[in-house]
């Protein structure tokens, strides 16, 4: 039994814990270890060739025979499903999210209405997760604020990779916003900053949990769970072993209201350490609808060999330590088959709340990847998404400007961009390569049928003859896990000579609102980039442009490793009816301080969001 916070008791029953990794028979009768995963096999290359190494033989095996926590829907409890019975693991409904013990309709549960806790009191109902009324109808599009805290139009500073979220618990003194963000001074990486109920950020951030052990590198990334009332922070980190200096992945939480005030529940902390990988990139998902966490990673081996995605789940998950087999133990992790020999890119993880089945993605230099796992572990289902995702080379800059000499292809996409010794955009730009970052999000239509909405990045030839890149928005039903192509969205014609690039996509659960945001460099510049997207009102069946959120503005590179790359991202738990992306930009620095150069202008690089009503 766990006390929260907000002074909720949840008790996590018997069923529910994991079995002990002990030993255990397999199918087959032969004995293995109880935390296992299941085989994988050679994926193929972007290019067609071989992955560049077998993938391992099965060394985990679930059990499936002890640790089920029901047979039946019976055995689950009000608005719950028995997922993968007789199996199975209990899950709420789709469209419902726990909310402590209880699995709720945030659009219309009086007593959390739009939030956990967040009650109407009054006799007012709730209506699409507001008190007495639903969301507003029109068009909106908020002017973008930073987020990432500091002066910047002062002083120098380079803050990126910046994933805001909506805390799903209301509780006095809580935050309502909060983000997780990188700084680039080594001594302030991993920051997290916060926003009111009005949407203004704080000017300060806060120190991001760390410890002794671990240091706080970047990827930082964050979620939010009603049911243990906890708001999560991940990212990569660097221990020192006995191996020497290694990378992995470190989780800690705190309430909404500790988040602000500042004291963590559990600090960093290493989770799964290997000795025989470091980690790159995490994406992190708290399973609104089970006792679930997922982490998706991509694991690089510290010999020679192929890059590889890892999917570890935890559960029960209480209000503590993720990792610590008291209240947030390890479940299993397993390397899906074709996601073996990723060459570049990071990993994503979401559940799909029709099946209860957590889906990772990834991809190659030209294809976009999946596998589906259910509740044991076991992979279900391993495939394409798209075939004509190709990576080209990103021929044109603007001016005649080419990105070809001296870089690698052709299967790298990258982007011009000024900064980091490079006095002029119009001169001699450098060239970005760009992340291949598959994005996604769920929804709940009200049919009852479940949507995944993938965005991601390809090359495409102009009419000029040039190559650009562009993003691509998938629509797909996933109800059944079938991956079923509902509709595809482009945020500009093939056929125009500029660059869309680092798209990220958001749904939000209340309204019918979607959308993709992305950069863009008209006529392939990187001195006039803005920051646009494609909205939906309809569930993603039909899409049109958002103004410009945010622009002109240089695309800009400050060090090796920060710039505004494959920054964008988007809040995942919003207020009904609203849609919130984040970005890098760059913001002239007033005072004249030194710091990276872009058409004789010192810039900073900040992080923005603005909210967005399609």
């Given at each position: 039994?766990?006390?929260?916070?907000?002074?909720?008791?949840?008790?996590?029953?018997?069923?529910?814990?994991?079995?002990?990794?002990?030993?255990?028979?397999?199918?087959?009768?032969?004995?293995?270890?109880?935390?296992?995963?299941?085989?994988?096999?050679?994926?193929?290359?972007?290019?067609?060739?071989?992955?560049?190494?077998?993938?391992?033989?099965?060394?985990?095996?679930?059990?499936?025979t002890?640790?089920?926590?029901?047979?039946?829907?019976?055995?689950?409890?009000?608005?719950?499903?028995?997922?993968?019975?007789?199996?199975?693991?209990?899950?709420?409904?789709?469209?419902?999210?726990?909310?402590?013990?209880?699995?709720?309709?945030?659009?219309?549960?009086?007593?959390?209405?739009?939030?956990?806790?967040?009650?109407?009191?009054?006799?007012?109902?709730?209506?699409?997760g507001?008190?007495?009324?639903?969301?507003?109808q029109?068009?909106?599009?908020?002017?973008?604020?930073?987020?990432?805290g500091?002066?910047p139009?002062?002083?120098?500073?380079?803050?990126?990779?910046?994933?805001?979220?909506?805390?799903?618990?209301?509780?006095?003194?809580?935050?309502?916003?909060?983000?997780?963000?990188?700084?680039?001074?080594?001594?302030?990486?991993?920051?997290?900053?916060?926003?009111?109920?009005?949407?203004?950020?704080?000017?300060?951030?806060?120190?991001?949990?760390?410890?002794?052990?671990?240091?706080?590198?970047?990827?930082?990334?964050?979620?939010?769970?009603?049911?243990?009332?906890?708001?999560?922070?991940?990212?990569?980190?660097?221990?020192?072993?006995?191996?020497?200096?290694?990378?992995?992945?470190?989780?800690?939480?705190?309430?909404?209201?500790?988040?602000?005030?500042?004291?963590?529940?559990?600090?960093?902390?290493?989770?799964?350490?290997?000795?025989?990988?470091?980690?790159?990139?995490?994406?992190?998902?708290?399973?609104?609808?089970?006792?679930?966490i997922?982490?998706?990673?991509?694991?690089?081996?510290?010999?020679?060999?192929?890059?590889?995605?890892?999917?570890?789940?935890?559960?029960?998950?209480?209000?503590?330590?993720?990792?610590d087999r008291?209240?947030?133990?390890?479940?299993?992790?397993?390397?899906?088959?074709?996601?073996?020999?990723?060459?570049?890119?990071?990993?994503?993880?979401?559940?799909?709340?029709?099946?209860?089945?957590?889906?990772?993605?990834?991809?190659?230099?030209?294809?976009?990847?999946?596998a589906?796992?259910?509740g044991?572990?076991?992979?279900?289902?391993?495939?394409?998404?798209d075939?004509?995702?190709?990576?080209?080379?990103?021929?044109?800059?603007?001016?005649?400007?080419?990105?070809?000499?001296?870089?690698?292809?052709?299967?790298?996409?990258?982007?011009?961009?000024?900064?980091?010794?490079?006095?002029?955009?119009?001169?001699?730009?450098?060239?970005?390569?760009?992340?291949?970052?598959?994005?996604?999000?769920?929804?709940?239509?009200?049919?009852?049928?479940?949507?995944?909405?993938?965005?991601?990045?390809?090359?495409?030839?102009?009419?000029?003859?040039?190559?650009?890149?562009?993003?691509?928005?998938?629509?797909?039903?996933?109800?059944?896990?079938?991956f079923?192509?509902?509709?595809?969205?482009?945020?500009?014609?093939?056929?125009?000579?500029?660059?869309?690039?680092?798209?990220?996509?958001?749904?939000?659960?209340?309204?019918?609102?979607?959308?993709?945001?992305?950069?863009?460099?008209?006529?392939?510049?990187?001195?006039?980039?803005?920051?646009?997207?494609?909205?939906?009102?309809?569930?993603?069946?039909?899409?049109?442009?958002?103004?410009?959120?945010?622009?002109?503005?240089?695309?800009?590179?400050?060090?090796f490793t920060?710039?505004?790359?494959h920054?964008?991202?988007?809040?995942?738990?919003?207020?009904?009816?609203?849609?919130?992306?984040?970005?890098?930009?760059?913001?002239?620095?007033?005072?004249?301080?030194?710091?990276?150069?872009?058409?004789?202008?010192?810039?900073?690089?900040?992080?923005?969001?603005?909210?967005?009503?399609?």
């Open positions: 039994m766990a006390l929260l916070a907000s002074g909720t008791v949840i008790t996590v029953p018997i069923w529910a814990c994991p079995i002990d990794e002990g030993e255990g028979e397999d199918e087959t009768g032969a004995v293995v270890d109880g935390d296992s995963s299941s085989t994988t096999l050679a994926a193929e290359s972007g290019d067609g060739s071989s992955s560049g190494g077998d993938a391992p033989e099965d060394t985990d095996v679930v059990d499936e002890e640790g089920a926590e029901c047979q039946a829907d019976d055995d689950c409890g009000p608005h719950r499903i028995c997922f993968d019975a007789p199996r199975g693991s209990c899950g709420c409904t789709p469209g419902r999210v726990l909310c402590g013990t209880e699995c709720v309709d945030l659009a219309t549960d009086d007593d959390h209405c739009g939030r956990c806790n967040d009650a109407c009191g009054g006799g007012v109902t709730c209506t699409g507001r008190c007495g009324a639903s969301f507003e029109g068009s909106v599009v908020e002017p973008p604020v930073v987020i990432s500091g002066t139009a002062a002083t120098c500073m380079i803050a990126n990779e910046t994933k805001p979220e909506r805390s799903m618990n209301a509780m006095p003194g809580g935050v309502e916003y909060f983000a997780a963000t990188q700084v680039a001074d080594p001594e302030d990486r991993g920051r997290h900053s916060f926003a009111s109920a009005d949407f203004t950020w704080t000017t300060q951030q806060g120190q991001a949990p760390s410890s002794v052990e671990v240091e706080i590198v970047g990827d930082p990334w964050a979620t939010t769970h009603g049911g243990t009332g906890q708001e999560y922070l991940s990212y990569l980190a660097s221990i020192d072993t006995s191996e020497g200096h290694r990378y992995c992945t470190a989780v800690a939480s705190a309430s909404a209201k500790d988040l602000r005030a500042g004291p963590w529940v559990q600090e960093a902390s290493c989770i799964e350490p290997d000795q025989a990988f470091v980690t790159d990139g995490p994406a992190m998902l708290a399973d609104p609808g089970s006792w679930s997922y982490l998706a990673y991509v694991a690089v081996p510290t010999t020679v060999g192929p890059r590889n995605v890892q999917l570890t789940r935890f559960a029960p998950c209480g209000p503590g330590a993720v990792g008291r209240d947030c133990p390890l479940d299993w992790k397993r390397t899906p088959s074709n996601l073996w020999g990723l060459p570049d890119g990071h990993a994503n993880v979401v559940v799909n709340p029709c099946t209860g089945h957590a889906i990772v993605l990834g991809r190659t230099a030209s294809y976009v990847r999946y589906v796992f259910d044991t572990g076991h992979e279900l289902a391993a495939s394409d998404v075939r004509d995702a190709s990576f080209e080379r990103n021929t044109a800059c603007g001016g005649g400007i080419s990105c070809e000499t001296g870089f690698p292809g052709p299967e790298r996409g990258h982007i011009c961009h000024c900064g980091m010794a490079q006095a002029d955009c119009g001169q001699t730009p450098g060239c970005w390569d760009l992340e291949r970052r598959v994005h996604a999000a769920v929804r709940v239509q009200p049919s009852q049928q479940c949507t995944l909405l993938l965005s991601y990045d390809r090359s495409a030839k102009a009419d000029d003859g040039e190559t650009y890149m562009k993003s691509r928005l998938r629509v797909l039903d996933v109800t059944d896990d079938a079923v192509e509902v509709a595809t969205f482009d945020s500009s014609p093939s056929s125009a000579p500029w660059n869309d690039f680092n798209a990220t996509v958001t749904s939000d659960r209340f309204s019918g609102a979607a959308g993709m945001f992305f950069y863009r460099q008209d006529d392939g510049d990187p001195c006039t980039t803005t920051l646009r997207g494609i909205v939906s009102r309809d569930g993603g069946r039909t899409f049109e442009d958002t103004p410009v959120l945010s622009g002109p503005f240089p695309t800009m590179r400050f060090t920060d710039g505004m790359g920054y964008v991202e988007a809040s995942q738990f919003t207020e009904p009816g609203w849609l919130v992306p984040s970005w890098s930009q760059p913001l002239p620095i007033s005072s004249g301080e030194p710091c990276v150069s872009c058409q004789g202008i010192e810039h900073s690089l900040v992080t923005m969001a603005a909210r967005v009503r399609p």
